[in-house]
C-alpha cells in the first residue's frame, strides 16, 4: 500500500510538472501567501531612504520660523505644500520623516549585518570547538544578554559622545550575542550528524567544515533572525533619539521627531504622530516579514 501511495504521489507530481496550467496555479497560491503589505511598507521606507534628496519636497534641517505650527493640509489653515504640517520651528514633517528613514534604514542594516557576521562566526567557534573557547564565548555572550541594554547604551554615548558612528558601534556591541547563542545552538546539532563525521574522516579542516557544511545548514535561520532584529534596532535606535542621546540634531530621526511633539502633543498633534506611527507601521511589517519568512525556510512548515 505504501509502494502504491508513493507511486500516486510521484504520477501526480509528474502530471503537475507538466501541466502548465496547474503549475501557475501553485506558483499563484504561493504567492498568495505573501505578506504583501509589510512588504509594501518595508520597501516604500527602502525608497525613501535611497532616494530622500529626491523625494523630500524640502529642506529637512531648515527652519522657517514664519510658519511654525503649521497644521495638515487637509486641516483649516494647511498647505498643500507642507501636507502633514510643521514642527515648532516651521520645519516640514513629511520631508523629516524621508531623511529620518534614511537614518533608520542605514543604522539598521549596519547593525545587523555586522552584528550576524560576528555573532555567526563566535557561535560557530563556539559550538563546534567546545572546551574552554565555548565557556569563554559563552560566558561573554551571557553577559551581553543579561545587560539593561537601553542604560548601558545611554551610559556608553554619554562617555564616547553623540553621533551617527557611535550610535552604530553601540548597537553593534550590544546586538551580536543573541546571534551567537542562536547559531552555537544549531552548531551543537549538527557537528553530530553523520555528514560531519564523514568530512572529519575524509581529512577537512576545521574551517573547511563550518564554512562548507555547517555554515549552509545555519544559513536560514540566520536570515530569518537578522530579519526579525531590523525592527528591534529600528526601535532601539529611535528610543535612543528620543531621550536625546541618539543621532544629534539637525539631523531628522524618528525617534527624535516624536521628542520633539511630545511637549506639544495637545495643539500640534501632528508633529509626534506621523513619527511614531512610521515607527510602528515598520517595527510590525519587519517582524510581520521575519516571522512568514521564518515558516517559508522551515522544510517541516514547507511541507505541511
Not at 97 to 110: H, K, P, Y
Not at 225 to 243: D, N
Request: hydrophobic residues 55%; aromatic residues 6%; glycine residues 8%.
Amino acid at each position: 500500500m505504501e509502494n502504491r501511495a508513493t507511486a500516486s504521489v510521484e504520477t501526480t507530481d509528474v502530471a503537475l510538472s507538466a501541466n502548465p496550467t496547474a503549475s501557475f496555479r501553485r506558483v499563484m497560491a504561493n504567492a498568495r501567501r505573501l505578506p504583501l503589505l509589510p512588504i509594501i511598507i518595508l520597501l516604500l521606507v527602502a525608497v525613501a531612504a535611497v532616494f530622500a534628496p529626491v523625494l523630500a519636497p524640502h529642506d529637512p534641517a531648515r527652519a522657517n520660523l514664519s510658519i511654525p505650527f503649521l497644521p495638515v493640509a487637509w486641516e483649516k489653515g494647511g498647505q498643500a505644500s507642507y501636507a502633514l504640517g510643521t514642527d515648532n520651528l516651521g520645519r516640514d514633517i513629511l520631508s523629516r520623516l524621508i531623511w529620518g528613514a534614511r537614518v533608520s534604514m542605514l543604522v539598521a542594516a549596519t547593525v545587523v549585518i555586522s552584528g550576524a557576521g560576528i555573532g555567526t562566526i563566535l557561535g560557530l567557534v563556539s559550538g563546534y570547538f567546545g572546551g574552554r573557547v565555548d565557556a569563554l564565548i559563552m560566558r561573554a555572550t551571557d553577559t551581553m544578554l543579561a545587560l539593561p541594554w537601553l542604560l548601558i547604551a545611554i551610559v556608553i554615548v554619554a562617555v564616547i559622545g553623540a553621533s551617527l558612528r557611535n550610535i552604530i558601534l553601540v548597537i553593534i556591541l550590544l546586538q551580536w550575542a543573541g546571534f551567537t547563542r542562536l547559531v552555537r545552538g544549531e552548531t551543537l546539532s549538527l557537528r553530530s550528524r553523520d555528514f560531519v563525521a564523514l568530512a572529519k574522516v575524509a581529512g577537512g579542516r576545521p574551517l573547511r567544515i563550518l564554512a562548507k557544511h555547517i555554515l549552509p545548514n545555519v544559513a536560514n535561520t540566520i536570515i530569518v533572525m537578522a530579519t526579525l532584529q531590523v525592527g528591534q534596532v529600528i526601535l532601539f535606535e529611535a528610543a535612543l533619539s528620543f531621550l536625546g542621546v541618539g543621532v544629534p540634531p539637525p539631523t531628522a530621526t524618528w525617534g527624535a521627531m516624536v521628542a520633539d511633539g511630545r511637549t506639544y502633543i495637545a495643539s500640534a498633534w501632528w508633529i509626534s504622530l506621523f513619527p511614531g506611527l512610521v515607527i510602528t507601521l515598520v517595527c510590525l511589517a519587519a517582524n510581520i516579514f521575519g516571522d512568514w519568512l521564518r515558516e517559508a525556510l522551515d522544510p517541516k512548515r514547507r511541507q505541511v
